[in-house]
């Protein structure tokens, strides 16, 4: 007989975490589809789903358990760092140079000033206003990016400044995670601590940046040929919780860990490939993220601080575009651009939030902080693509309305600064010198820890255990000894400088330097593992040792040294290479080539030098800057600097190679260099006034070009030759520096 069950007998119960997590995501959908309907930013979408799936919110379900929303929103942020990571790279942050830097650091140090004075006016305590500070000083990387998209910009000018400040930005927010865990945990501002903070910061930085670059670019290509992309996936997660996880043991936020491992996976050549597989979990957790950040939005709280959030509304957006403005006119940028990136800069967005959540979990914020900040974040969110709309505008206005001598001043500082940023041969010794010895001292205080903490340990019961630990931690740190202390470093510029009697003694010193520093770690070293008489007497051989194999040692670092540059630079190398091989059959393949400056086919068509018909090969692209010319036309010119990829056989290509070296016009031996500069001249009481620019004959006399002239008070860039020239205007010349002068020289 069939046995009956009522329905009700069969109920499962669903757990909290399931219900609450089907809940988020439909909530989540319905949300962001009706705003990219509304052609809004998704993360508002998020915001107001999670305040509809929240307490707050009574006409729909609420979520049950909020512990098991926070795990999943601190999942979302570790995986929404490691995407950033991803997409970061340390060449990228070498690459944006001092505009961005000087931008992102002047923004960031004056809103944190100003949002801790606006705390405190507001009668926060002092650890409120500290977070607010912080908060406020970061701007959006997703939703400036979303914007720029959108609006058709990222290919402006402007739009590169502001990527690389949000590059810093991002780097100086995690800095300050730190330090803000810092003084949370001791309640107070202490300058030791906050040094001691950093410097443990860029020793464990370093560390995992070497070693990681050193072994984890070669593990994945090692077994590249064993991975699907499921099991790629499960590596590259798997790596970025590790790094969290050592990252939580040593005292940093779970989040920096994410964010370094995504860094240094970034510099693989499987990056593409993480990055598009990391995507779709990302994005789901960083949904969850964002949903549970609008679920402490309380309307309530909303209604009491609605005075505090136009206040830091307002404050944000001037805050940030006067202060983002006025780093970017520091760093040489012209006052369109400078207004352009400041007013793209106005708004703050996740790393808000997650500052703001780091106060919430350490308990040292008030409740009232994260609905103000979500709440200002809304905002500013709305309004960024209005900011960057009328940006341009903007800045055409301010240009007229502002004296007309601030203007000048602004243009010569710009170019003045364009002028001045080649840097010395000192300042190459110097940073190359401060590298060598910062990189080597840091690896060999970590090898020196790790011996002592876990090998000493270890061999320390048996007979000569302390000798044993002692000799293996100096063969292990002997590469990097010897490279600290006499591998040479930015030599040309050191025979340049040694050449001047004055520069001889500093040189000298730095050396010294790097030799006496070298000693003091060998001699830690056994002092550390041995005692003070066997010390000395293992010092002197070791000294001795160093001395005597200076050849293998070379050998050995060099052979590190090139493993971990090879791995670092693999990505950029297979990039460039990425082609090769892919548009030739057969016997055939691709080669590239430069076209000389001096070379006779310069300016000359394909279909007038006949490469194919001399020689059997094929041009398959020409490379000229930033422009790339695929499968060029028998009518497209050759051009100085121009880059050429050919297809052939090794006899062809070898051909074309002597073809090429043929056509190079010999250069003299020794060319006298002529210094080109740009001179102001005004016009007074000379003969060429009333005469026409061409009449005037200035561009034979000065062997240089009229560039501008300024006249009552207008500019002309680049006047024509029939131009009158007229009393008191003032010419721009740029031309042979010797002729100027003798021209000047003459009425």
């Not at 957006?317 to 780093?327: C, E, V, Y």
């Amino acid at each position: 007989m069939p046995l009956l069950v009522s329905p009700s007998a069969v109920a499962v119960h669903l757990p909290d975490l399931i219900s609450d997590l089907g809940l988020i995501l439909i909530t989540a959908a319905i949300a962001v589809l009706l705003f990219r309907i509304l052609k809004q930013p998704l993360v508002l979408g998020y915001l107001v789903a999670g305040f509809l799936a929240g307490n707050e919110f009574d006409l729909f379900p609420t979520v049950k358990d909020m512990h098991s929303v926070e795990v999943w929103a601190e999942i979302g942020v570790i995986f929404l760092l490691f995407s950033l990571g991803l997409e970061f790279s340390f060449k990228k942050l070498m690459k944006v140079g001092g505009t961005a830097s000087i931008t992102a650091f002047t923004q960031i140090i004056t809103m944190v000033v100003i949002g801790y004075f606006v705390g405190q006016w507001m009668g926060w305590d002092k650890m409120n206003s500290i977070f607010l500070g912080v908060i406020l000083s970061i701007s959006s990387t997703t939703i400036i990016l979303k914007t720029f998209d959108e609006l058709g910009v990222k290919s402006q000018k402007f739009a590169g400044n502001v990527i690389g400040a949000l590059i810093v930005q991002d780097i100086l927010a995690i800095l300050m995670m730190v330090l803000l865990s810092t003084i949370a945990v001791s309640q107070q501002f202490s300058g030791m601590e906050l040094v001691l903070s950093v410097l443990k910061l860029i020793f464990f930085l370093t560390i995992w940046f070497v070693v990681g670059i050193f072994f984890i670019p070669t593990l994945l290509q090692k077994v590249k040929h064993l991975l699907t992309d499921e099991m790629m996936l499960i590596i590259s997660l798997a790596l970025c919780l590790l790094m969290v996880v050592f990252a939580a043991n040593v005292g940093f936020s779970p989040a920096l860990g994410a964010f370094i491992m995504g860094s240094i996976i970034a510099e693989t050549t499987q990056a593409e490939r993480i990055e598009h597989l990391v995507k779709p979990v990302k994005d789901l957790f960083g949904a969850v993220f964002f949903v549970s950040v609008g679920m402490l939005i309380n309307p309530n709280t909303l209604i009491e601080y609605a005075a505090p959030v136009a206040i830091l509304t307002l404050v944000v957006i001037f805050g940030q575009s006067i202060s983002s403005t006025i780093g970017a006119l520091l760093s040489g940028q012209p006052l369109k651009q400078s207004i352009q990136t400041g007013m793209s800069l106005s708004q703050i967005g996740e790393f808000s939030f997650i500052i703001a959540t780091l106060g919430t979990t350490l308990k040292v914020t008030s409740d009232f902080l994260y609905p103000i900040v979500v709440a200002v974040s809304a905002v500013t969110t709305f309004t960024t693509p209005f900011m960057v709309k009328f940006a341009l505008p903007f800045s055409g206005y301010l240009e007229k309305k502002i004296p007309r001598r601030w203007v000048k001043r602004i243009q010569l500082y710009s170019a003045n600064t364009e002028e001045i940023k080649s840097v010395s041969n000192w300042q190459i010794v110097l940073r190359s010198y401060l590298t060598q010895v910062v990189v080597h001292s840091i690896i060999i205080v970590a090898i020196i820890l790790l011996s002592s903490t876990y090998l000493l340990p270890l061999v320390q019961g048996s007979r000569f255990g302390n000798e044993i630990a002692a000799l293996i931690t100096i063969i292990l740190l002997s590469p990097f000894l010897w490279a600290l202390s006499l591998r040479r470093v930015a030599v040309k510029e050191v025979r340049i400088l040694m050449q001047e009697r004055k520069h001889q003694g500093p040189i000298i010193m730095l050396v010294l330097f790097r030799m006496v520093l070298t000693l003091f770690y060998i001699g830690f070293i056994l002092n550390t593992f041995l005692s003070s008489g066997i010390a000395f007497i293992a010092l002197l051989l070791a000294v001795g040792a160093y001395i005597l194999f200076p050849k293998k040692l070379h050998a050995i670092y060099h052979k590190i040294e090139s493993h971990f540059l090879s791995n670092f630079n693999d990505r950029e190398i297979r990039k460039e290479n990425k082609r090769q091989n892919i548009l030739s059959p057969w016997d055939g393949h691709m080669a590239d080539f430069d076209i000389a400056k001096e070379s006779n086919l310069a300016g000359k068509t394909l279909e007038e030098l006949k490469i194919r018909e001399q020689f059997g090969i094929n041009i398959a692209t020409i490379r000229r800057g930033e422009i790339l010319i695929n499968i060029p036309t028998r009518t497209e010119r050759l051009f100085p600097g121009d880059e050429i990829s050919i297809i052939g056989t090794d006899n062809q290509v070898k051909d074309f190679k002597n073809y090429l070296d043929k056509n190079e016009i010999d250069i003299p031996e020794s060319v006298e260099e002529i210094a080109i500069i740009l001179q102001k001249l005004e016009l007074t009481n000379r003969v060429c006034i009333g005469k026409s620019i061409r009449e005037s004959q200035i561009r034979e006399k000065t062997n240089g070009i009229i560039v501008g002239i300024e006249r009552n008070g207008k500019r002309i860039l680049n006047p024509e030759s029939h131009l009158v020239l007229e009393e008191s205007d003032v010419l721009w010349i740029a031309g042979e520096k010797k002729k100027i002068a003798k021209f000047l020289l003459a009425k």
